[in-house]
């Protein structure tokens, strides 16, 4: 069954919406390759069904900010695009904003900007799954979403598997068979996702995504995103010899997170066979080496953590972690961690 | 500026989604004329940007479950049209959803019926603006949402205008200066309506409307929807004599809506020229004579009351008014009252 792990809705104090700086500094540094990819690979004469309107999507766009920026940023590089072709007239935009049901939609709707130049329109459910109909979308874009699995490998939760994740919430640190359960889950998932966009994106459109990714050559357990979850596992643990969560549940407990290699990307995208990679590239300095504070950690994670133990729980251990990584220094994981991945594929014709 | 006037959202006892059987009832007894028009009406042939997405827009939607119903009733109706002409593939189905953006689209998202056939869209926005880009519906349906008026007239809280409306919150039982005042700014609010629509329909797509109206030749005071507001005003001004609302807040508040008759339909219909007359009824047995229930004056009217009164009063006010109802016998409001329009307009070509 298809889980779904949204961020904290609303716009208080632990909400998405007022922790994801973090998210809006890389989007920003994707500024310049998003204009670019327009620039230089959209085909305005070549795709027809553009003239009228012109349909946009963002996959996992959460409650906003982010989001908002980044479709500005398409936008004026499309219609940029149109004006040096010589157009005197725009498509009319459609923008499609996706998150699982379980997003916080109405926060979404009214936060968006005043005088927008698009029309909105709201698309619950899985990016896993299909959720347009056929060859209707000109840009898809989906920043820092697909790291999130559909669901937590089985294996990890049975006790008789190699890949029973015994005291650990991730697949860094731990046996090589939790990394592979891991990456046999991420398979499944994104081959199920290009087949979907696949079919959704009109010949000749274009898909931007960037994903938290690994070095190339470098194995699951070496996942570039690891670090940045082990203040949470040591709070957790912490609380589970202090007798506060049953150690069980530890157990039992794994995020449904992964970090790809661009190579593992690239042959998904080939096995696919609909999409033509026109960039792929790796981007060292994009990831941060910071930990995230207790106020972003929670947006992304209190709904999954207190699914899982209770909500009972989250204060304290948001609390502690808060303590935990005042006392850490930046992460210093040399070039094994914090890389961001950049992938701009184009729609076979 | 625009106002929004949303229905009780959630699932508690007092939400809309609880609390609109009358409009299911009303619907039930549309569907054969919805799927009449579909049988008769739509050119399946002659409309080649069907061929591959059918869109469809439920104007007003609320939190459903009703427009899930209607919804299906028209898709199974296309998919029946589409087959009788010999058609062996269908198109893909996307339905968007729309209502003001302080609807609780959480709500409609959550209660989406499982193995539904087509791809959900939640468009946040008032009907009387632009919603969707240019060309982009084939079916428009709304199910008694455009009673609505965007806002209450100016005049009727200009303590120096004739339409002034002193001690009553709706235009039935008042001054002709008051009904004057509503049917200016629902001839400006349809207007409105009419244009965005006639932009964003497809030539040869279709648009069914369901209003609750007034009969022919009847005036604005004789309006059909009044009588259902009399034992809400009433309670109203006990509460103002027994001191607990303060007497200007009567005066200034007014219910912001208006039912015409199917003269002043054609007429807005005949101006706009986008559209040709396919259906234009009046049904007199599908307007209730029931008053509403408490819960179903509540779902609709908490909101606005609250927004006007503050929401101390609500509770207070809605128990009066149960008591008031218990002692009510039917409306025995002869011809003059409780008809429902049905309009179905087909985009000229």
Chains 1, 2 share one sequence.
């Not at 609380?239 to 661009?262: C, H, R, T, V």
């Not at 989250?314 to 210093?332: H, M, N, Q």
């Amino acid at each position: 069954m298809e889980e779904s792990f949204p961020m904290t809705g609303g716009d208080g104090p632990n909400s998405y919406a007022k922790n994801s700086k973090r998210q809006k500094g890389a989007a920003d540094k994707a500024k310049s390759v998003l204009v670019e990819a327009i620039i230089e690979k959209l085909e305005v004469e070549d795709t027809p069904s553009i003239a009228s309107t012109f349909r946009i999507a963002d996959l996992g766009c959460s409650t906003g900010p982010n989001t908002f920026f980044s479709v500005n940023t398409i936008i004026e590089a499309v219609t940029h695009k149109y004006k040096t072709k010589g157009h005197t007239s725009l498509p009319d935009f459609q923008v499609h904003f996706n998150d699982h049901v379980s997003n916080d939609f109405n926060m979404l709707f009214n936060s968006l900007p005043p005088g927008r130049q698009y029309f909105v329109s709201g698309v619950p459910g899985s990016f896993h799954s299909r959720l347009f109909p056929k060859a209707s979308l000109h840009f898809v874009y989906s920043a820092y979403a697909l790291q999130w699995l559909s669901r937590v490998p089985q294996e990890l939760s049975d006790i008789n598997s190699p890949a029973y994740n015994r005291g650990r919430i991730f697949y860094s640190n731990a046996p090589n068979e939790v990394g592979k359960a891991y990456t046999a889950q991420y398979v499944m998932d994104m081959e199920r996702f290009l087949a979907a966009r696949a079919k959704e994106i009109v010949p000749g459109g274009l898909m931007a995504l960037l994903i938290p990714g690994r070095p190339e050559g470098t194995l699951p357990a070496e996942s570039s995103i690891g670090p940045f979850f082990q203040p949470l596992e040591s709070c957790l643990v912490d609380m589970e010899n202090e007798g506060i969560i049953n150690k069980a549940k530890i157990d039992l407990f794994n995020l449904p997170m992964y970090s790809p290699s661009p190579e593992e990307l690239r042959q998904l995208i080939q096995k696919n066979g609909s999409f033509s990679i026109a960039r792929l590239e790796s981007n060292t300095s994009a990831g941060s080496k910071q930990l995230c504070g207790a106020g972003e950690c929670r947006s992304g994670l209190e709904n999954i953590i207190a699914g899982h133990f209770g909500s009972n729980i989250v204060d304290e251990l948001f609390e502690r972690y808060a303590k935990k990584i005042a006392e850490c220094p930046p992460l210093d994981t040399g070039d094994t961690s914090g890389i961001g991945l950049c992938i701009i594929l184009k729609r076979n014709l």
